[in-house]
């Protein structure tokens, strides 16, 4: 693609701007109840004194406006989606059909126990099998996300210190973490302090040891971290950290690169939430759904939410309530249902090898790319790399920007990767395992001929995207103060 595409872009009108009067798009019978008077049932007040400008089309007209909008949006499952830190993999259906289920979908938390059985023992084996992922004692489900995943965990932490009469109020977090980490720090009362990296991407332990005191509660860190690397010492700064009583926590967004291979737990981690969404297949994004559950190791077991679910000697299934040092609830009722039963039905439908497969395939994807793209961008940080790498375009002849390729993807129905962080100016990949080979070398060649556009005739790529409906948005504008009423003339 070294030429501006030719591809027409079309701007369709609003529901509200076609139709002509009488046009309706659905049918409905005659009631067969007499009609009731409105006054009688609303006040007078609420009462229009005509009806509203509601569109008048027909039918055939409204499906295909809403098709021909549903066309104009990237998605996973028509376009590819290298959304660093994010794991933005295809979902299998046979997924969305288990949660469709009408024995699950149709529940209520109110029922009885012996009426849900089913629910009961599904979430139960769920939270057995992530603990044996994790390599950790006991999991809970209550958590509705990964950040709430991270609140809960560090609450759990800090309930452990106060058992033991003591109150630490810092909490470390390398310089690359995710910004969700000082955030939920921040919410359970504490601060953080960065510990910096080394220029492999890695830990500097000395700078660790430096920081590490009696007022130190936890160190949150992610491992493969965010630059794309595993950190090897991860064993002996767990070691760091107990040596003065600090407990480590497990940033479970990038599990997808260490599945079945390592486990958290084995490597010294204490607290650790899972993405389920991420890892184990739920769509995502658009701020939900989401799902974060956390394990623990055997010493923080009885400071996790209730009520947890345990099974009977009988082998049935109920919740337990009876933990006096539990830091209670973190969530109404039992936890994102739906998200956890895809969760199960994808772990289920793997296996332990499958488990391991994932992780290693996501990772020869993203050192495939960027073994193919490395003598056309710099990648600051040396392979191996994890489940994802990052890059940064350095064209000294050029002002194009890592927002200019971002833009110029989009003209190739690529989605843009994650931009900017934690590098600056960097453009951060994560295939993950779920995409082909074909779709590797097509992101491979958009991005090596975005770099030939570059060199060549800048600004091609400086006033993409070409073909898109819109062009550039004030990001700050539409976020802040979005335009999203229709006034007619």
Not at 314 to 321: K, M, P, S, V, Y
Not at 391 to 398: H, K, R, T
Request: with cysteine; proline share 8%.
């Amino acid at each position: 693609m070294n030429e501006v595409p030719k591809t027409r872009r079309t701007d369709h009108p609003l529901l509200f701007e076609t139709g002509a009067p009488g046009l309706c798009a659905a049918s409905l019978p005659p009631s067969d109840v007499p009609a009731p008077k409105r006054d009688e049932f609303l006040p007078t007040q609420l009462i229009a004194d005509k009806l509203p400008p509601l569109p008048e089309t027909g039918e055939l007209d409204v499906v295909r406006h809403y098709k021909r909008l549903a066309h104009r949006c990237f998605s996973v499952d028509g376009n590819f989606y290298p959304l660093g830190s994010c794991t933005m993999k295809y979902n299998p259906r046979v997924n969305e059909c288990a949660a469709a289920m009408p024995g699950f979908c149709n529940l209520h938390p109110y029922q009885d126990e012996a009426d849900v059985q089913g629910i009961l023992e599904l979430l139960y084996r769920l939270r057995c099998d992530l603990a044996e992922i994790a390599g950790l004692a006991e999991v809970t489900l209550q958590p509705a996300a990964g950040a709430h995943g991270e609140m809960t965990g560090l609450m759990i932490i800090n309930a452990y210190h106060r058992s033991r009469g003591e109150s630490r109020s810092k909490v470390l977090a390398p310089d690359s973490a995710h910004g969700t980490n000082p955030a939920s720090c921040a919410t359970c009362g504490q601060h953080t302090c960065t510990v910096r990296s080394k220029p492999d991407g890695r830990v500097d332990l000395d700078d660790l040891r430096s920081q590490v005191d009696q007022n130190t509660a936890a160190m949150m860190i992610t491992n493969p971290n965010t630059v794309g690397v595993f950190d090897e010492q991860i064993a002996e700064i767990a070691d760091i950290l107990h040596s003065k009583g600090a407990q480590l926590y497990f940033d479970g967004a990038n599990m997808n690169a260490i599945l079945g291979i390592t486990r958290p737990g084995d490597f010294g981690v204490d607290v650790m939430h899972f993405n389920t969404h991420k890892t184990f297949s739920t769509p995502h994004g658009g701020g939900g759904p989401g799902a974060g559950p956390v394990a623990v190791a055997q010493h923080l077991r009885e400071f996790l939410p209730v009520p947890q679910l345990t099974q009977r000697d009988d082998g049935t299934f109920t919740w337990d309530n009876g933990h006096p040092n539990s830091i209670g609830k973190v969530r109404s009722f039992y936890g994102q249902i739906g998200v956890l039963v895809r969760a199960y039905a994808y772990i289920r439908s793997v296996g332990g090898d499958g488990l391991r497969d994932v992780a290693e395939k996501a990772t020869l994807a993203a050192n495939y790319v960027a073994a193919r793209l490395k003598d056309r961008y710099t990648m600051p940080f040396k392979p191996p790399y994890a489940h994802e790498f990052i890059m940064v375009p350095e064209f000294p002849d050029s002002d194009v920007s890592e927002l200019d390729i971002a833009k110029r993807l989009i003209d190739h129905g690529i989605h843009p990767p994650t931009m900017s962080w934690p590098v600056h100016h960097c453009l951060m990949v994560e295939p993950t395992e779920t995409e082909s080979l074909d779709t590797l070398n097509q992101f491979v060649t958009a991005m090596l001929d975005i770099a030939d556009e570059i060199e060549s005739d800048p600004e091609v790529v400086k006033t993409a995207p070409h073909t898109a409906p819109v062009k550039r948005l004030d990001e700050v504008v539409a976020s802040r103060k979005p335009n999203v009423r229709w006034r007619g003339q």
